[in-house]
């Protein structure tokens, strides 16, 4: 388990083990997200396996599973929502920790400048890079065409 620190809210990680949920509790984390999907390798804990854990130890968890290079506007959306409602500060866990640093940024398009966003998740060693439209969309997937289309002017439809 290597844990990032992006603020003091948040913390991103790669994949946790039930044995490490006492130790997170230890070092202050209040809750934690997970984001990644079970079974995605075979060598990972389930879900499951870590909420036990967390409740023994008094904290709070979600599961908002993210299957890799697929985060939907409603994943982003069940992500700020967490954060809002959770206690913090909070560890985010999947593979890697790249998902859960993505969904943080996404999240915060809108709250926080492109420019800090990024600033945040490269110090913790993250390169956003790939979703920064994304990220100055509002955290929305862009799209190459306009939401809605009135009539045209020349009498075509």
Do not use: H
């Not at 060598?43 to 599961?63: H, M, T, Y």
């Not at 420019?115 to 994304?134: F, P, S």
């Not at 509002?138 to 799209?143: C, D, L, R, S």
Request: net charge negative; aromatic share 4%.
């Amino acid at each position: 388990m290597e844990i990032k620190t992006i603020n003091a809210e948040i913390s991103v990680a790669t994949q946790i083990k039930p044995d490490d949920v006492q130790k997170l509790a230890d070092q202050g984390f209040r809750a934690l997200i997970c984001n990644r999907p079970d079974g995605e390798a075979a060598d990972q804990p389930n879900f499951s396996e870590i909420e036990v854990a967390a409740e023994k130890v008094g904290l709070e968890i979600r599961n908002l599973p993210i299957v890799s290079g697929k985060v939907t506007d409603q994943d982003v959306a069940d992500f700020g929502t967490a954060m809002q409602e959770l206690p913090q500060p909070i560890l985010a866990y999947c593979r890697t920790g790249t998902r859960s640093a993505t969904l943080w940024s996404l999240s915060q398009a809108g709250r926080m400048s492109v420019a800090d966003i990024l600033a945040a998740t490269k110090a913790a060693g993250y390169d956003m890079e790939g979703v920064v439209r994304r990220i100055a969309d509002g955290g929305k997937t862009p799209t190459d065409r306009a939401d809605a289309k009135g009539p045209r002017m020349d009498g075509e439809t």
